[in-house]
């Protein structure tokens, strides 16, 4: 069964440092989607790409943040100067068309100490 | 602000009854909702999904109905299993299901008895 997978499972980074998580999400699928959930609270949505550009991004994607397709298969979330508050899980996913689910990759455990 | 609320953060049910996961929303833009099952160290997974022109949606053992005057749904599993253990997310989309992004409740987590 085709899956979305991230790398790695988990980073550590210090402070400051710029961090990219890696996806690759499921082959013929059009729309990916960057989650994250800070430990103990929900799952908060933090953009969407489509046809090679950010189609929607909520507050929390500031200048910081940055993503990128660039190649066939993986899609990449860019943190360029982590902070404490980005620990979380972050998680990739993919959907096909309207009107369909997303599929969410395991996650990636980011801590920045 | 929460647009998407699950009072109960968590319940449990014996094996073979029913479990019933409540979901509230408030905004009456949304006009597609999921609900997703998570495990520790686990990405959410897809459960079933509704449409805001429907009312109740039917895979196997999970039902969801939706009542959109009251803005609520809810998940009936039934009959639950022990494997059915885990935090279900209610999510709702603006868009359709899958060009925008996906709301998503702080979960319930459902703990199923033998």
């Known amino acids: 069964e085709p899956e979305v997978t991230q790398t790695p499972s988990h980073q550590v980074t210090q402070m400051g440092q710029e961090v990219i998580l890696r996806c690759v999400p499921i082959?013929?699928?059009?729309?990916f989607y960057w989650y994250r959930q800070i430990l103990g609270q929900k799952v908060e949505f933090l953009v969407s790409?489509?046809?090679?550009?950010?189609?929607?991004k909520s507050e929390i994607f500031d200048d910081q943040f940055s993503v990128e397709r660039p190649d066939g298969s993986n899609f990449t979330l860019k943190i360029r100067s982590t902070k404490l508050e980005d620990s979380a899980m972050y998680f990739c996913?993919?959907?096909?068309?309207?009107?369909?689910?997303?599929?969410f990759g395991q996650g990636t455990r980011l801590t920045v100490v | 602000d929460q647009q998407v609320k699950q009072n109960s953060p968590s319940l449990s049910v014996q094996e073979g009854r029913i479990s019933i996961l409540n979901c509230d929303y408030t905004?009456?833009?949304?006009?597609?909702f999921l609900w997703y099952k998570k495990y520790p160290a686990e990405g959410p997974t897809f459960l079933i999904s509704?449409?805001?022109?429907?009312d109740k949606n039917e895979d196997g053992r999970f039902t969801v109905f939706l009542n959109k005057s009251a803005k609520h749904l809810s998940l009936h599993i039934v009959p639950s299993q022990p494997g059915d253990s885990a935090v279900y997310f209610c999510?709702?989309?603006?868009?359709?299901?899958?060009?925008?992004?996906?709301?998503f409740g702080k979960g319930t987590k459902l703990s199923v008895k033998p």
């Open positions: 996913a993919s959907s096909g068309d309207t009107n369909t689910e997303a599929f």
């Open positions: 082959s013929n699928h059009l729309y």
């Open positions: 790409f489509y046809n090679n550009e950010i189609s929607e």
């Open positions: 905004n009456s833009m949304f006009d597609y």
């Open positions: 509704i449409s805001s022109i429907k």
């Open positions: 999510a709702a989309s603006r868009y359709g299901g899958s060009q925008g992004n996906l709301i």
